[in-house]
């Protein structure tokens, strides 16, 4: 290439980059996840330990890890179905579909948990006439309703790429070969989605579980009923307990750099499968 030189030997450029990303990182990444680890375990594994077993950091721990599998759950398969229709299918508005699909990313998550609220609230344009009957609100329902709102595109941006990427070739061949179109679905199309379908399951349901903004708003934040993890953190930090916040903290941080090794590491496996 004209007016490049490539020279042999040592490259100050290589380590100078390293330097800067790495000097970039370090005050907001790395230190700030490092501190809750250190301040976790200064005062001994048996206060981090005493801190993680309150029947309160349990109930918030297990009630944030069922509600994000059911909001899981289904934007997977809404965004499973939404991808193939889609991708299938050419029709007036589906441009504007795709968009109204990805706009909850754009959404502020506080702005989210108020729209339910006017919605399926007491007084909510729903809500109204749906209290008297069922509530909604102010229960781990509506905690699943945000859920699948703010985490509403992940799975359908994951998966749609691959379909509209995949080879109409073997379909056709199972369609010849006489499958129906639920056989093929099944068998054929269904296995190629597979690393797709698990990555964005992940991306889900690793959001879902530290979703604060909207959750905050629709739950309640009541303690041992409607208090997730991340509210159990912002209750315990505003009453000075900041042990209990920082236990329940570093398990959320882990539970996240496990999700996200899943998918950097086994993403080639998945994508083989």
């Known amino acids: 290439m004209a007016g490049v030189r490539f020279v042999k030997g040592f490259d100050i450029v290589k380590p100078l980059s390293i330097f800067v990303m790495v000097a970039v990182m370090l005050p907001l990444i790395l230190l700030p ?8 375990t200064s005062a ?22 069922v509600t994000s599998f059911w909001a899981t759950v289904f934007n997977v398969v809404f965004g499973l179905f939404a991808a193939y229709v889609l991708s299938k299918y050419s029709f007036w508005g589906s441009n504007a579909v795709t968009v109204l699909i990805s706009l909850p990313t754009a959404i502020p998550t506080a702005v989210a948990g108020f729209a339910l609220l006017l919605l399926w609230g007491p007084f909510g344009i729903l809500g109204r006439y749906t209290t008297p009957h069922v509530e909604i609100m102010f229960t ?21 790429p691959v379909f509209d990427t995949m080879s109409a070739s073997l379909e056709e061949a199972s369609a010849t070969m006489g499958a129906t179109r639920w056989q093929t679905f099944w068998h054929v199309t269904l296995p190629s989605l597979r690393g797709a379908i698990v990555t964005g399951a992940l991306l889900t349901f690793a959001r879902a579980v530290g979703e604060f903004g909207s959750t905050i708003l629709v739950s309640g934040n009541l303690a041992s009923r409607t208090q997730t993890a991340p509210l159990y953190i912002f209750a315990k930090f505003n009453e000075g307990q900041v042990e209990a916040a920082n236990a329940i903290a570093i398990v959320l941080a882990l539970f996240s750099f496990a999700i996200f090794s899943v998918l ?9 499968k």
């Not at 048996?46 to 918030?60: G, H, S």
């Not at 985490?151 to 998966?159: D, H, Q, R, S």
């Not at 950097?264 to 083989?272: G, P, V």
Request: aromatic fraction near 20%; hydrophobic fraction near 70%.
């Open 33 to 40: 996840l490092a501190s809750i680890f250190i301040y976790g």
């Open 44 to 65: 001994g594994l048996d206060k981090f330990w005493a801190a993680l077993m309150a029947p309160e950091a349990i109930f918030a721990l297990k009630l944030s890890l």
């Open 140 to 160: 781990a329902w509506a905690i699943i309703m945000a859920n699948i709102f703010v985490t509403f595109p992940l799975a359908f941006g994951v998966i749609k």
């Open 264 to 272: 950097f590491f086994a993403q080639n496996w998945l994508d083989r």
